[in-house]
Antibody, heavy 120, light 108 residues
């Protein structure tokens, strides 16, 4: 069965960087893109960007351009998202999600979420 | 960037009742690439509907999606206890996907 297993909760200081992993299993990793979505405490969903697991092409939301980097490792079927120069506003739950077959695609499987707290 | 506005913010209904949720886009959604998700407290979202009206695998037929262009609707024909949750629409037809702010369906 398809699973996306994310890395555990993190506490980071302002100005630090964060790297979240998302290990995929149960399907051909390179056949589906991965999106990253974040959810501020008690708030809605915000799409951060997308990466093709086939060729590494990326597409970032304008808000995160230049501060977020998405990568994949096809040897380990893992996607990564790095956020630099964290601020208190980056406190959120971060999700990875797989593209449903076809392009463009809705998000058919989601990771369990990685809670991130930015605190001094 | 297409802005999605969901209404109402909260819907208070009883089990067995019909729920009608609205999602309005600021620009026409390309080829009706509009999805609906359900999220329960402490859980990741779950895909319900894609392509405006196609149910995802395993989704009960009491969930249906309709609409085109800028106006879309998610209907739950008869609410079951497990359907009380927050629902989000998402457009994925443009290069920058966006989500609506959500509609909470709560028990009356």
């Amino acid at each position: 069965q398809v699973q996306l297993l994310q890395s555990g909760a993190e506490v980071q200081k302002p100005g630090a960087s964060l790297k979240v992993s998302c290990k995929a299993s149960g399907y051909t990793f390179t056949s589906h893109g991965i999106s990253w979505v974040r959810q501020d405490p008690g708030q809605g969903l915000e799409w951060m960007g997308w990466i093709s697991a086939y060729n590494g092409n990326t597409n970032y939301a304008q808000k995160f351009q230049g501060r977020v980097t998405m990568t994949t490792d096809t040897a380990t079927n893992t996607a990564y998202m790095e956020v630099k120069t964290l601020t208190f506003d980056d406190t959120a739950v971060y999700y990875c999600a797989r593209d449903h077959p076809g392009l463009p695609a809705a998000l058919d499987y989601w990771g369990q979420g990685t809670p991130v707290t930015v605190s001094s | 960037e297409s802005i999605l506005t969901q209404s109402p913010g909260t819907l208070s209904l009883s089990p067995g009742e019909r729920a009608t949720l609205s999602c309005r886009a600021s620009q026409s959604v390309s080829r009706n690439y509009l999805a609906w998700y359900q999220q329960k407290l402490g859980q990741a979202p779950r895909l319900l509907i894609f392509g405006a009206s196609t149910r995802a695998t395993g989704i009960p037929d009491r969930f249906s999606g309709s609409g085109s262009g800028t106006d879309f609707t998610l209907t739950i024909s008869r609410l079951e206890p497990e359907d009380f949750a927050v629902y989000y629409c998402q457009q994925y037809g443009s290069s920058r996907q966006t989500f609506g702010q959500g509609t909470k369906v709560e028990i009356k």
